[in-house]
């Protein structure tokens, strides 16, 4: 029984199939996503009845009936979509004009803002016919409606942004311009505005009608999908407000909840019991617990700031650059420097900002730059280089991330793996002690990435071994008789509560961006794959990928509170300035982005509606799922394992009957999990995996990826169970049947 399948699921009937829809989706889409929308239609027509001079017509929102989606779309097809003039409003904007003799810029204004507001309720409409039938439907066994209306470049090119059509999505068509239009008619000027909220209501209807339908049950193409709806109305909420998340004046509310929801995460992924007290101005970038986090922008940005945050700590500990509101600039020294009565609580922090309200007050200059140059140590080239490890199974963002923090290319190590994707432990270690033979210099390991979940296979490095690994070749590093210490400042302190003086230490980072939700799992052979993140450095995840937020949701978090901030920190002052309202709240300043998306609360609203438990409960679900799609793989001819499968990632061929025959013939043992394939046969496995792949895309029944894997020379075909799925054995059974139907007339 999955969790969609409990107690509370009550029979709900979709296009004449009865489908076991759950109490809280049908509670979550039907109240809580009917009341967002309901908010949203109101925020939008409140300006709108100020302003309109029409009203929008025909346009259905009684989404109650399940034939809401033909409905819709015959409405459209007939072209029954009308926006009709609004009498009253009409005549009052007469009445003015000849009473008040409004001038015509003000009309076309007026007509303008009314049109604007006119395409928000339109564009709200949609939003309810993509997302609500489109989610019905990740109920069924046998989705209804196509992952995605397919039209190839060309065609796309002609129907889309054709100039000689009446609707384009081209940006040189002929939208009359009302702004430019000197015509005095007032009826003239109303019907262009008309026309223009006609018109991008339709653009906006084609670009929904042929993009990819990521809600539906069988778009398998990435490593996210259908939306969860609580998240998506926490988007919403968020949208609805439109702010940036750097300082608490813009974004009070955000910004607690950012700072809750990642202590949270901080205390839950390195195993913290509460969390000290903090009273924001301690340094951290901002929460509550013992550690620090940010949300950020995707996961190759968490890798990004891993490694950034990493090679900071190597060189600078926590406290090279302190944050802008506890000391001015003149108390800012170069490290090692520090002031040795910093000793990182909060006594001083009054003071502190009494000092620099003052010297800001005197401050000419205080929009400009500080030059960070005093402030920073600059490396010799006497310094050994700073080497980081991630496996060949880890994520490419880690390679993109090495270069942008000014690390050359080829000091990111790529370990081996073993047979099953996990990084090969004894070959980091024995690559961090032979590095220097092996590479003739002063190189000194500083990060190891693990993975927990790679993109392709799943698999989930031990970090446990690999802790252990590390914690080795430190004590190694620290010991006397080390030649290639990297000590750039020895009285620098490890923390701001430690007394500790720096020593070599490698980061470790764990990227659970695809995998990371593990730690919501109760079940050992869940919560069992990311045992050990407790000793971690820094962990990410992204709830948009298994979860169902709406992308980019994606956290970070890392033990060492205050070193985002010592990291990123500038100091911009018309930006951060502790004598704005609540400034010691800030979290802008440890980002190093300026504006910052509001993303913590779709994290939040998961978490607050459905806890933790049932977080691992969907995890679960999926993994049982998949567990069942692993036995029909094995039990079916037509379908083989191109490698054994980790709990969220199933890699396998479609094999057509005629290839099947050749590959037995040849030898190949096809009750393997890890089959050997000769070179002419993989060829041929290939070229199925991607024909099937392309017609199945091009029919618009499903979209799934094929992609090289490391065991094979063929590439393969890949299954996750990515975003708000409640996926069913019925619902396999109908993927491989719709493999097979497509695959054997090929
Ligand atoms: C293991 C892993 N890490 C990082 C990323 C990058 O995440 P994002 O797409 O959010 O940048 C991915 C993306 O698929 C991934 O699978």
New binding site residues.
């Given amino acids: 029984m999955t969790i969609w399948e409990s107690s509370c699921t009550e029979p709900f009937l979709i296009s004449g199939l009865e489908v076991p829809v759950p109490v809280p989706f049908v509670f979550v889409s039907g109240i809580l996503c009917g009341v967002v929308l309901t908010l949203l239609v109101g925020l939008a027509s409140r300006e709108r009845r100020e302003l309109s001079s029409y009203s929008i017509n025909k346009i259905s929102t009684n989404t109650s009936s399940n034939d809401f989606a033909q409905n819709e779309e015959n409405h459209w097809k007939q072209n029954k979509f009308k926006l009709e003039l609004n009498e009253t409003s009409q005549q009052k904007i007469g009445n003015n004009n000849s009473g008040e003799n409004t001038n015509t810029a003000t009309k076309n204004d007026k007509n303008m803002n009314a049109a604007a507001h006119d395409i928000l309720q339109a564009a709200i409409t949609l939003f309810e016919k993509q997302t609500r039938p489109s989610m019905k439907d990740s109920y069924s066994s046998a989705a209804n409606n196509k992952v995605v209306e397919y039209l190839s470049p060309e065609e796309m090119l002609q129907q889309l942004f054709a100039t000689d059509k009446n609707i384009s999505l081209r940006l040189n068509m002929n939208m009359t311009n009302t702004n430019t239009n000197t015509n005095t008619n007032t009826n003239t000027n109303t019907n262009t505005a008309h026309q223009k909220v006609e018109q991008i209501t339709e653009c906006f209807r084609l670009i929904q009608k042929y993009s990819v339908n990521t809600n539906h049950p069988f778009f398998f193409n990435?490593?996210f999908g259908a939306v969860d709806p609580v998240a998506l109305a926490a988007e919403m909420i968020a949208l609805s407000v439109n702010t940036s998340a750097y300082t608490y004046e813009t974004a009070p509310v955000f910004t607690m909840i950012e700072r809750d929801v990642l202590g949270y995460l901080g205390r839950l992924v390195f195993n913290l019991d509460g969390g000290g007290e903090d009273h924001g101005n301690s340094g951290s970038s901002g929460n509550d617990s013992d550690t620090d986090g940010l949300m950020l922008?995707?996961?190759?940005?968490?890798?990004l700031t891993a490694l950034h945050v990493a090679r900071h700590y190597a060189k600078y500990g926590v406290e090279a650059r302190p944050s802008h509101c506890h000391r001015s600039q003149s108390q800012i020294r170069v490290d090692g420097d520090d002031d040795d009565d910093d000793d990182g609580d909060d006594d001083d922090d009054d003071d502190d900002i009494h000092e620099e309200k003052k010297e800001q007050e005197n401050d000419q200059s205080r929009n400009a730059l500080r030059p960070l140059s005093n402030t920073l140590h600059v490396p010799t080239h006497s310094q050994p280089e700073l080497v980081a490890f991630v496996s060949a199974e880890?994520?490419y963002?880690f390679i993109k991330a090495i270069s942008v923090i000014g690390i050359e290319s080829h000091n990111l190590i790529v370990v081996p793996t073993l047979h099953n994707g996990q990084m090969d432990v004894e070959e980091l270690e024995s690559l961090m002690i032979n590095m220097h033979d092996l590479y003739g210099e002063a190189k000194v390991p500083f990060f190891v990435g693990v993975?927990?979940?790679?993109?392709v296979r799943g698999s989930f490095d031990d970090i446990n071994a690999i802790v252990r690994v590390c914690r080795r070749h430190e004590e190694k590093m620290n010991s006397s008789n080390y030649p290639y210490g990297y000590v750039p400042n020895r009285n620098l302190r490890l923390s701001s509560t430690s007394n500790s003086i720096k020593k070599h230490k490698i980061w470790i980072h764990v990227?659970?961006?695809?995998?990371g939700s593990a730690i919501f799992s109760a079940r050992h052979d869940i919560r069992g794959l990311v045992k050990g993140v407790e000793k971690a450095d820094s962990f990410?995840f992204?709830p948009?990928?298994m979860l169902g937020a709406p992308?980019?949701t994606?956290a970070f978090v890392t033990r060492h509170k205050g070193l985002l901030k010592a990291a990123n920190s500038s100091g911009a002052k018309y930006l951060f300035d502790c004598r704005k309202n609540g400034a010691e709240y800030d979290l802008g300043d440890a980002s190093y982005t300026c504006g910052r998306r509001t993303d913590s609360i779709k994290l939040w609203a998961l978490l607050k509606f459905h806890g933790p438990d049932g977080l691992g409960r969907q995890l679960e679900q999926k993994v049982d799922v998949l567990d069942y799609l692993v036995k029909k793989i094995k039990e079916k001819n037509n379908f083989l394992l191109a490698c054994d499968p980790w709990p969220f990632n199933v890699n396998f061929f479609f094999v057509p009957e005629h290839l099947g025959t050749k590959m037995i013939q040849s030898g190949v043992d096809m009750d393997s999990s890890n089959p050997q394939i000769g070179e002419h046969l993989s060829k041929e496995l290939a070229d199925v995996s991607v024909r099937l792949k392309l017609v199945l895309h091009q029919n618009g029944e499903m979209m799934i990826p094929y992609q090289p894997i490391s065991n094979q020379e063929a590439d393969c075909f890949r299954i996750v169970l990515a975003g708000y799925k409640p996926f069913t054995e019925g619902d396999v059974d109908r993927v491989l049947e719709l493999m097979e139907q497509y695959g054997n007339s090929l």
Avoid: Y
């Fill in positions: 990435q490593l922008p995707g996961g190759s940005l968490s890798n880890a994520h963002s993975t927990a979940g790679s993109t990227d659970g961006a695809w995998g990410t992204n948009h990928k992308q980019q994606t």
